[in-house]
């Protein structure tokens, strides 16, 4: 059987390694070759989980990572309580936000991601809760062409130990069936990409189950794709690997409620079956 998700991300790193152009990235200080614009996207009511067998791929990490934005968590050491680490480093090992005067102290991540999507800061003081206003929409039924959920605030950049990289999540309702449109600014194809890819089918996956409706597919919109250079030599050697077969993903039957997945869910809620794969690579981390 085909794995047409894993097809479509090994064209994408092709495409990076033929045609992407070096860049120095300012944040890193590391060169990096890089394309612009990538789309790519999962088939969520087949179930074609996009889990990479082309090297191991540790799913539960990408999933509680998700399930600490969707409850608004600022902390790493939030994260890692429910099996996530990858946070660390951000939060501790980041010089700018170590010097930086908002930083409250070990961990502290600051105003990033789940935090502005939970607790956008409005200008009278109060606070908008996006996640609620899409989740009680949709199971309403209701969809106002703007069912969006955002994490970029350049407002308070400041305030945070990074700018979110995958930014934006759009929903869209048509009949019965749900749709979710994600758009990522700046992605780390082989470290962070299937993160990603996993968060997008798991999101959608997860709202249209608590609003009663059937999911469709997830849109994942990339604008820089990019492969560090000390992870050049290690993707020639993911690429020259046959994926195996797409895997399935289940998710506990309870699961029916904002309030499950703020209270109780947690990473084993969510099971993968059929899953194949090639040995682990370790890729470099660009902090």
């Known amino acids: 059987m085909i794995n047409r998700p894993e097809q479509a991300y090994l064209q ?8 992407g152009q070096w860049l ?16 790519l996207e999962y088939d969520v009511g087949a179930n074609e989980f996009p889990l990479i067998t082309t090297r191991k791929s540790f799913y539960k990490a990408a999933i509680a990572e998700l399930l600490g934005y969707l409850r608004g968590y600022d902390s790493a050491a939030q994260f890692r309580a429910i099996g ?31 935090v502005q999507g939970r607790a956008w800061q409005k200008p009278d003081g109060n606070q908008l809760d996006q996640l609620h206003k899409v989740v009680e929409n949709l199971r309403r039924g209701i969809d106002d062409r703007a069912e969006i959920i955002t994490f970029y605030n350049p407002g308070e950049f400041e305030l945070g130990c990074l700018r979110p990289c995958m930014h934006t999540h759009n929903f869209s309702l048509l ?9 990522q600014r700046s992605c780390d194809v082989p470290l962070g990409l299937n993160f990603n890819q996993i968060q997008c089918f798991v999101l959608l996956a997860l709202v249209a189950r608590i609003t009663g409706h059937k999911p469709g597919k997830a849109y994942h919109k990339i604008v820089n794709a990019h492969i560090y250079e000390n992870q050049l030599p290690l993707m020639m050697q993911q690429l020259e690997r046959e994926p195996y077969p797409s895997p399935q993903l289940s998710i506990n039957p309870q699961i029916d ?3 499950d997945i703020e ?17 682990p690579i370790q890729y470099p981390f660009a902090v």
């Open 24 to 39: 120095q990235n300012e944040r890193t200080g590391i060169r990096c070759l890089t394309v612009i614009n990538a789309d």
């Open 12 to 19: 994408l790193c092709r495409r990076i390694v033929e045609q």
């Open 263 to 279: 209270n109780w869910v947690s990473k084993d809620d969510f099971k993968v079956s059929g899953y194949q794969s090639h040995a």
């Open 175 to 183: 009949g019965d069936t749900l749709y979710l449109t994600s758009y």
């Open 257 to 259: 409620s904002l309030q």
């Open 84 to 114: 996530c680490n990858t946070w660390n480093a951000n939060a501790n090992e980041n010089q700018a936000w170590l010097n930086n005067p908002h930083r409250r102290g070990e961990d502290d991540m600051g105003r990033v991601y789940g």
